[in-house]
């Protein structure tokens, strides 16, 4: 059984509702309804804490998913879950990834910052202060792309972005 079927979430159940609904009006090849299937179901498992099953649904929805621009989401979804681990090199990789398949995300450019940032203040705390300053350099950047994405969002990445004179 499906994990959608069985998630006792009033907003999880609705979603699937709706999402069943479309993949029986809109037309998909059965490969794509199977992907979208394991993609819900790994954002079901993701929202309940349970990262390693999310992890096996996204896989597998990766391999069945063809368009790039489904497969940058599933990307993106994969690189919370690394961020949330702890892993960001695995976390980048996997942002990196989602933006080759869609430039579009402000929400991959912002998470890249935060962890850029995060590593900045982790060498001022090994006092090591020129290669804070290069982690906060590539924050600021990867900031800027979102914030150009999304002007009105981020808005203490665009305070942080004054303050520090990163922002042109």
């Not at 690189?79 to 949330?84: D, F, P, Q, V």
């Amino acid at each position: 059984m499906s994990r959608s079927r069985i998630n006792g979430n009033f907003i999880d159940k609705t979603f699937s509702i709706v999402a069943n609904i479309l993949l029986r009006i809109i037309p998909t090849t059965s490969g794509e309804k199977e992907a979208f299937t394991y993609y819900r179901d790994g954002m079901s498992a993701q929202s309940e804490g349970n990262y390693a099953e999310a992890l096996q649904n996204y896989y597998e929805a990766m391999r069945l998913e063809i368009d790039p621009y489904d497969r940058s989401y599933i990307l993106y979804n994969i690189g919370l879950i690394h961020t949330r681990n702890g892993e960001h090199t695995k976390a980048l990789e996997y942002y990196f990834r989602a933006l080759e398949r869609n430039p579009f995300l402000p929400q991959a450019f912002n998470n890249m910052a935060v962890i850029c940032h995060y590593r900045g203040e982790q060498a001022i705390r090994q006092g090591d202060s020129e290669i804070a300053e290069a982690w906060f350099d590539q924050a600021a950047e990867y900031w800027k792309q979102a914030i150009a994405l999304t002007p009105g969002n981020y808005i203490e990445a665009q305070n942080w972005l004054k303050i520090t004179r990163r922002f042109e």
